[in-house]
């Protein structure tokens, strides 16, 4: 007889970079609440190059639960990269994702999975409130998430972070998106099907620094314009056509100085004449490579063309 497989019903990924204060308090609130829904699950940790006891904790945790499992990365590759080695290894048909500093609480898994059930692939968090997070970082947070949303093509949701809940099969997705510069917000709301989200309030981190460094933080902000929108490598050609055209106004004022009023300095026509024109063809030329570069870029990404939801197809019976 075949051995059947059983998945668990909710993976939890939990990306950890020097987290060694609060993976108890976390791993006890999130048994905790796990135990009351009343599904299987698996506890997935992946270190992601800590400098700190972290490793040693989650062996240990590990040794002693058999729920909960670890990988440990050979150095820090980042939080996104992390959250994918994650999944990588996520059996459930559910997976979350979530913080492993408290700032996501784990007591919303349960609403999470609710919702999910009433017919979504993915259940996002949405920040209403984010408590104890520095002025700058919430007006950058919120800047960007509204530039990102006006430049890109596929509609990332406002105010989330990556704490959610998908389903499979949006992970099996996601697993095909081989680009490496992840942007995982963006590519779970290009992956599509049914989304939805619960809101919260985002909690103070328990304990420890922020591993987002600004510069870390900007990186990542690069990242997500660049991998979901071609609006920077078009604001050449769109900056060209406005020189151009206001080079063709001046030009038609120059002429007329030349020639009609007769008010110039010798040379000053053709010098400015020929800067004017040349300015405008070089950034039109640059526009159009970089449509060309746009287009290449989108190929090497080698995301998938389409993701089907369902299908029936007849296969006509050949005789
Ligand atoms: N993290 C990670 N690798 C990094 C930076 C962060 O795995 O290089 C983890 C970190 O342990 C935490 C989550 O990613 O679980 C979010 O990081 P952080 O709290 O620093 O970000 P913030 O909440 O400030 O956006
Ligand atoms: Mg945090």
Redesign the pocket.
Known sequence: MNEQILHPDISVV??????EKNLAALAQRLKSVLEQTQVRYEVIF?N???TDNSLAILKSMAAADSSIGYISLSR????QV??SAGLDVATGNAVVV????L?DPPELIPDLYAKMQEGFEVVYGRRVYRKG?SFL?KLTAKFFYRLLSNITHVAIPIDT?DFRIMDARVVKVLKQMPERNKFLRGQVAWVGFRQTWVDFVRDE?LDG????TYR??IRFAFDGITSFSDFPLKMASMLGFIVSGIAFLLMIYTLLARLVFKDYVEGWASIILSVLFLGGVQLICIGIAGEYLARVFNNVQGRPLYVVDEQEIKKEKQS
């Open positions: 939990l990306p950890v970079f020097n987290e992946v992601d190059g800590s820090n590759f980042g939080h992390a959250i979530m913080d492993a500093d700032q997070e970082k972070g981190r620094k922020p591993g987002y870390k933080m």
